[in-house]
């Protein structure tokens, strides 16, 4: 016996003669059923090609007149549901533009279902937008995976909660400076002198179903914002994530961060209430400062002298749309670009410049970021919960003859607030003109500080001379002097940060004020040279253990009796991946200049930008800033013979 498979699925029997037992083929008239070919006048069910006049249900190819439910092909004048290819309306001999459905149903009169409606707006929506051939080139684009790329999205979702958050709060704030008598639920401050704004912030924490949570959570989001942007931007200077063709990411990112410092202190000050007081009376010290032009300033921003009735209806639409509009286009442009060019990735076997190991976008990788974003959510939810932040009944409303004892400001505003705090009280009286050096200079060392972070991937590239595409990440190791300069910023930060809250050091470990601010004084200068040099030397020193290891291979801890008496550790070699990651990076040598004089003894005139740049590079990236990785040469001369491996 045997079978065969037909386009319906089902195995037609034969007997030994060939003859069907159920039926291969159906004469005139005939009605067979699972049939091969139907002719002209019959009704095949399950046929393979159905004839003229036949009626052909899951056929393969449907003829002229014929009715093919299912049919591959469908011919002129013919009614195919489910067909390969589109065939002509009876009526008119139109051809159709788009196949049927699979399985869809005709009508009594022969005609063709209409599409659903949910299939005619992807239709007209990919007719208008090409989402469909942009989906299609996009959602199955490759993301490496590793931890530390989840920094930036804590960055992305933190974001997200405070727009959603933000927009709950702002149903319930108002944003005015006109005064009123409390009478409100907090007792303790009942009949007290205060600010609309001030009032509506204690309803939102006391009167508004969950108003406190919610305050809390926006709080607590805007910090871990601002700390996972600047941790996410510390990986990206490290690893050299910031070379071509991604330096106008870095700025987006930069801008962000900077942005993020701006909207913070704006949010933080609509409240009104003592502390944040303290904080705008701070800010509008530093604007004093600047010459010239610092008292309009201050006019301008405060609607006259200080505190006015201005600032908070100005802040307002600050924080909540120019800021965030802003931020938000940048937060799109920077994904766009992160999704334009091939995601960086750390070295490792099958990883180079041109191709990208990883898991597709969709599904996996949207759904493991949807899944940590309400991870994020729920850690935010839960210490908003239970951890008080920014207790503003505690402090009462903001006046200006008070300041609040051990007013500290969040801690990304501390690194200005302690170069401020330690800053000699220098001034320059002249022409009945007072310069404020004590706070102009540290006011103006913050921005400027920033912008050096800011263009130092244009300034690397333009000292190493480097103009290729860069989508492997560099081992911070390996590139000991950018992961000292990184390190000598961040201790520098540290430093200025416990210079802004020297009076809760003083007073939290017994110490002298004075002793605290001029420990800052000199670690502001000592500080950032010693974590470089320090920093320097354990890159150095981590090179060398790696090109032990790739020599030597690493340590296995069995000790072996040699013949003649000797002990020695057995030493097991690497894999050939690990060997590959510990060797993948290079080390190009360092911009040089040429020779000072040419062939015919001419001394050549070299610009002083080049010389300059020269010299940068041999000092940055010379030969005393890294240690030559092992050749191939070396490892076979190593491993040829018996080296105890």
């Not at 942007?229 to 106008?248: D, N, Q």
């Not at 976008?361 to 309400?374: D, I, T």
């Not at 809250?501 to 502001?524: E, K, P, Q, Y």
Request: with cysteine; glycine share 12%; aromatic share 10%.
């Amino acid at each position: 016996m045997g079978a065969r498979e037909t386009n319906s699925g089902r195995a037609a029997e034969t007997s030994d003669a060939g003859a069907p037992r159920t039926g291969a083929s159906g004469a005139a008239g005939s009605a067979p059923a699972g049939t091969g070919n139907g002719t002209a006048g019959s009704a095949t069910t399950g046929t393979r090609n159905g004839a003229a006049g036949s009626t052909a249900i899951g056929a393969g190819n449907g003829a002229a007149g014929s009715t093919a439910i299912g049919a591959g092909n469908g011919a002129a004048g013919s009614t195919t549901v489910g067909a390969g290819n589109g065939t002509a309306r009876a009526a008119t001999g139109t051809t159709t533009s788009r196949p049927v459905a699979p399985g869809a149903g005709t009508s009594r009169a022969g005609r063709a279902a209409e599409p659903a409606k949910g299939e005619r707006l992807a239709d007209w929506a990919d007719g208008r937008l090409g989402i469909y051939a942009l989906a299609k080139a996009n959602m199955r684009k490759v993301f490496p995976d590793h931890w530390s790329f989840l920094l930036g999205e804590i960055c992305l979702y933190s974001f997200l909660v405070l727009i959603l958050t933000g927009v709950y709060l702002t149903l319930f704030f108002e944003p005015s400076g006109v005064e009123v008598v409390y009478h409100g639920s907090y007792e303790p401050l009942n009949g007290v002198i205060m600010t609309r704004a001030y009032e509506s912030t204690l309803d939102i924490s006391f009167d508004v179903r969950g108003g406190l949570l919610i305050r809390q959570i926006h709080h607590w989001a805007a910090l871990v914002f601002l700390a996972g942007m600047l941790v996410h931007m510390m990986r990206v200077f490290f690893t050299g994530a910031f070379r071509k063709p991604r330096e106008v990411n870095w700025l987006f990112g930069w801008t962000l961060l900077m942005l993020g410092l701006i909207t913070g202190l704006t949010g933080y000050s609509l409240p009104d209430d003592l502390l944040s007081g303290t904080g705008v009376r701070f800010a509008q010290g530093a604007i004093l400062s600047v010459p010239v032009v610092g008292t309009y300033l201050s006019f301008f921003l405060f609607g006259g002298e200080f505190p006015g009735h201005d600032i908070i209806s100005r802040f307002f639409p600050i924080h909540v749309l120019l800021l965030p509009g802003i931020m938000l286009g940048l937060v799109v442009a920077h994904l766009i670009l992160v999704f334009y060019h091939k995601h960086t990735q750390y070295p490792g076997p099958g990883r180079d410049e041109k191709s990208v190991v990883g898991m597709p976008f969709m599904p996996v990788y949207m759904a493991k970021a949807g899944g940590f974003f309400f991870l994020v959510f729920g850690v935010l939810s839960i210490v908003g919960a239970i951890a008080t932040i920014n207790p503003v009944w505690a402090f009462g409303p903001y006046r200006p003859d008070l300041v609040t004892t051990g007013a500290q400001p969040d801690w990304y505003l501390g690194f200005s607030e302690g170069l401020i705090r330690v800053m000699p009280g220098w001034e320059i009286n002249a022409w009945g003109h007072t310069l404020q050096l004590g706070v102009f200079i540290p006011f103006m060392l913050f921005p400027l500080i920033m912008t050096a972070i800011a263009v130092y991937p244009f300034v690397e590239a333009w000292i190493t001379g480097d103009r290729r595409e860069h989508h492997i990440l560099d081992r911070p190791r390996n590139v000991p002097t950018r992961t000292a300069l990184g390190v000598a910023w961040l201790t520098l930060y540290a430093v200025l940060l416990v210079g802004g809250g020297n009076d809760l050091w003083a007073t939290h470990f017994h110490l002298s004020i004075n002793a605290i601010t001029w420990f800052v004084r000199v670690a502001v200068f000592v500080g950032p040279v010693l974590a470089f040099v320090v920093t320097k030397r354990i890159c150095l020193g981590l090179q060398r253990r790696d090109r032990d290891k790739v020599l030597h291979g690493r340590e296995s801890g069995i000790i072996k009796r040699l013949p003649h008496g000797e002990y020695v550790e057995v030493h097991e070699p690497l894999t050939p991946a690990r060997r590959f990651t510990l060797t993948q990076h290079e080390q190009a040598p360092p911009y040089e200049v040429g020779p000072t004089v040419d062939a015919n003894g001419v001394t050549r005139r070299i610009p002083v930008p080049h010389r300059l740049r020269a010299r940068l590079a041999r000092a940055l990236y010379g030969p005393g800033t890294r240690i030559p990785k092992p050749t191939a040469e070396e490892y076979r001369e190593i491993t040829s013979g018996d080296r105890h491996h």
